[in-house]
């Protein structure tokens, strides 16, 4: 079977000569001639049909047809130095650094395994993660990845999704057989509720309950407000102080346990989406690549 790009290192000749801007300086660079890098150019104009480059003793320039040509060859060559670089990752042990901020819940509740498993299958990459709910700016202070939840503001960044979390009210078995019978949103206004201030402006976030079939954003009249951390409102639930709205995902072993149980869940169907961040411009490093992929897989697997 004949090479059907046997013509390829022309090509290469092609785009030093335009990066370059002259047969000589290509030359030097190239550790050959101008007389045989224009050969070769004249052989790729021969096998296209067209001419590439307009030649004169004092300058060089692309022709309508060379400046396509090589706009359409630089991104075959990008498109084969990434399918390079993939292959590379999976075969050569990452190394160097990898710097992420996630929040407290998601952090204590769900990432140290994904993260366990990272670090055993490349150990030579160092990890370090910012347990914290304070929004870090990831490009001005050097973060790589961010885990975030809910709406993300339109930016430069990109988002995957790691998780889907429905949203639901729970309570200490104790607090709800002194509270007696709860049947609906009348219900609970009149109960102990514990809310979460929302950290950006100091003020109780609403419930994004759904009644009837209708998604509304329902205030509790709070007995107990947390801040910082949303899962301080599960262990005062856990306490029996109030009832208390959360992802599931941070109260599902205590809901497992028995020390919570759901309360009306006919106001639920809401969701917290969990995401995986990370700029847009920045060009990722192989080690925060293989995080991405392994965090998002993960997830995936589990969910």
């Not at 022309?10 to 335009?18: A, K, N």
């Not at 991104?75 to 996630?102: C, H, N, P, W």
Request: proline share 5%.
């Amino acid at each position: 079977m004949a090479r059907k790009f046997d013509h390829l290192s022309d090509v290469e000749v092609l785009l030093s000569v335009i990066e370059h801007g002259s047969f000589s300086a290509a030359a030097v660079v190239l550790s050959t001639t101008a007389s045989v890098l224009s050969r070769a150019i004249s052989r790729l104009e021969t096998r296209l049909g067209a001419q590439l480059l307009r030649r004169s003793t004092r300058s060089l320039s692309l022709t309508d047809a060379g400046r396509r040509y090589a706009e359409e060859v630089r991104g075959a060559f990008a498109q084969i130095e990434r399918a390079e670089r993939t292959i590379r990752s999976t075969t050569v042990q990452l190394s160097g650094k990898v710097r992420m901020s996630v929040p407290t819940s998601y952090g204590k509740q769900r990432l140290p395994a994904l993260l366990a498993a990272y670090a055993r299958a490349y150990p030579l990459v160092e990890l370090e993660v910012d347990i914290s709910n304070r929004n870090v700016d990831l490009v001005a202070e050097g973060f790589d990845l961010a885990i975030r939840s809910g709406p993300l503001p339109s930016s430069s960044m990109v988002a995957r999704p790691l998780e889907v979390s429905p949203l639901c009210l729970v309570a200490a078995p104790d607090y709800l057989e002194a509270a007696g019978p709860l049947c609906g949103l009348a219900d609970l206004a009149r109960q102990r509720c514990i809310a979460f201030i929302r950290p950006s402006t100091g003020r109780v976030i609403p419930w994004h309950l759904r009644d009837d079939g209708r998604d509304i954003d329902w205030m509790p009249p709070a007995a107990v407000t947390v801040a910082t951390d949303v899962m301080g409102v599960v262990w005062f639930a856990e306490q029996g102080m109030g009832i208390a709205l959360c992802p599931r995902i941070f109260a599902e072993d205590s809901l497992a346990a028995g020390r919570l149980t759901e309360v009306l869940p006919g106001l639920g169907g809401r969701t917290r989406t969990f995401s995986l961040i990370y700029p847009a411009h920045r060009s990722l490093s192989a080690a925060s690549r293989a995080l991405i992929d392994m965090l998002v897989a993960g997830r995936a697997g589990m969910a």
